[in-house]
């Protein structure tokens, strides 16, 4: 029997006593990719004493995967319910667990009896709110003591339609940064690269995200896929790479461009692949007779590769559900690096000393930025500020050569909390200030020429500064005009004064000190502001200004 995690054990014991205990028809159990949700049901399936268990899942790959676990578990072959497959045809005896899909039940849901299964197990239970789903459960909970248990990875449908409407409680998360942070997962090291010939303006969205059909059209352009092919080369070198595509004709070019423009073996897979065709393929990718698989949804989800290096995001994504899909492809570490009798410790030293690593994680935006992008830091920062989100993406993108994202996260957080320390620190000077005017309480009105204003002496004639090439007198008085100086003002100047007042009032505009109306104002108010900053003299002027209404009041 496959043995239990600690964090899997927890989630049994949730469920148990959600479900038996509890009495609730139905629960749900987030886990990541890779951390062994199917382990977990299956247990809860071997442990199950109040009739049958069926198990339902929407592919052929995830009913492939639940059958051997649940064999491995129990040590009895389930029956499989699906296309030429079918459950129950010994008259003789039935099995305990049947894995069936989804699309064979709605049809067939009606061999069975509705009473005879105790629990239903959903596997990737984000797709349960469709029609599909819901009226198979509906047939089998017409017994009211079957029990749903839903199990995923990624919460979040892409539709909005929240899951509370199947499912009565979440009873277990475990985080995908809890699992890297446990050392279950490999780290996730990422780039994102911006592809200047990439414009998605006008790719309208459906459901949450881009129109999948649109989206493939602006890709599949031959500047935009050399664009992508060459910075995936570049930057993912000799790594084993899944390339995510949003349309067949995007895949099919992007293979071309890498087997013929960079000389490295690439293939493709989709839905229009034969299943035998694609089982091919994926082995020699698994061999490493291919470095880059493109593929367009068929690896989403139910696909299993510890191998794997790097997964590129191709196709731009506003779904946090579907790229965590994506990156979960890559999370897994190498068969046999972590064993069940490793401290946290140790399988962190275990995955440092691997092949494996981490896996990176290449992203791609537009040119234009008008669209929010999800990327892996949106996966792992979880509910964190977003504040926090886009710095730490901004130091992804600003980094040479890609960065781990909790360091990125972390740096994030602690810029953000200096630059609030900082800020608290100015807005404390602010105050001390304003405290400091309060007891200047009056002020007296005197009329001001400029270089009073800015305490300057006027040049003195010599040899030099008589031959020295002063510009035109006009432009020097437009110049003055746009620092506020009125014309009755530098009227009674002479060239030289003029120049000279200019000068000094474009060096404080250099240094960001106080402009001249705002020293004028305080000049005026007895406030001596020749060595105030721009800010500072505004806080003076507003306080001024404040105590003035409080004494017409």
Known sequence: ML????YQRDAIECVERELWEGDRPSTLITLPTGTGKTVIFCHLAD??????????AHRNELIQQAAQKVEAVTGHRPDIEMAGQWADRSGFWKTKVVVASVQTMLNRAGRFNSDEFGLLVVDEAHRSAAKSYRNVLEHFQKNPDCKVLGVTATPQRLDKVSLGTVFDSCCFQYGLKDAIDDAYLVPIWTSTVTVQGLDLSDVRRNGGDFVASEMGEVLKQDAVSYEVA???????????SLIFCASVSQAEVMVKILKHSFRVEAASVSAKTHKDERAGILRSFAAGDIQFMCNVGVLTEG???????????????QSTSLFTQCLG????????????DMTREQRHEAIQASEKKG?????????????????????????MDTSVIDRAKSIIKSSKGGMDVDSAIELSQKQLQEEAEARKEREEKERKLREQMRVKANYTLRENNPFDVLDLKPWKPNAYRDRRYLGSERGIEQGLLKFGVKRNEFQPMNHREKKQLLDTLKKRRNKDMATYAQMRFLRKNNVPANNMSKSDAQIWIGEIQRKKRESAS
Do not use: W
Request: charge should be positive; charged fraction near 30%; include cysteine.
């Open 303 to 317: 696909y299993d590769d510890p191998g794997l290096r790097c997964v590129v995001m191709a196709r731009p994504t």
């Open 329 to 340: 492809r890559g999370t897994r570490p190498l068969e046999g690096v972590i064993q069940s």
């Open 3 to 6: 043995s239990l995690r600690d």
């Open 359 to 383: 896996v990176v994680v290449l992203d791609f935006e537009d040119n234009i930025g008008r669209h929010r992008l999800v990327n892996a830091v949106d996966v792992l920062a979880g509910k």
């Open 230 to 240: 060459s910075a995936t080369v570049d930057i993912v070198k000799d790594l084993r």
């Open 47 to 56: 442990r199950h004493k109040n009739g049958r268990v069926l198990i339902l």
